[in-house]
């Protein structure tokens, strides 16, 4: 039962994270200066790699119950 829970909080916040990366990207595409396609991805595509490490991290430590110093390495 918690684990199941566990597992849809993480995939809950892993598919926002990709919501974020494909607002960035379809910013990135559609604006029409060059420093509005630079600040869209900025913005929005941090916090969908942010929500990745997150996730990646807290599903590790839930798994194996160690934690890693890659996502903190990446970020």
């Known amino acids: 039962m ?21 607002i960035g990207s379809y910013g990135l595409l559609r604006l029409k200066d060059p420093m509005q396609r630079l600040h869209a991805p900025t913005k929005s595509t941090t916090l969908g790699v942010g929500a990745t490490l997150i996730v990646s991290a807290l599903g590790i430590l839930w798994t194996t119950g160690n934690v890693t110093w890659h996502e903190i390495l990446v970020s």
Do not use: K, P, R
Request: proline letters at 0%; charged letters at 5%; hydrophobic letters at 65%.
């Open 2 to 22: 918690i684990n199941t829970l566990i597992e849809t909080f993480l995939a809950a916040i892993l598919v926002m994270g990709g919501i974020f990366g494909l």
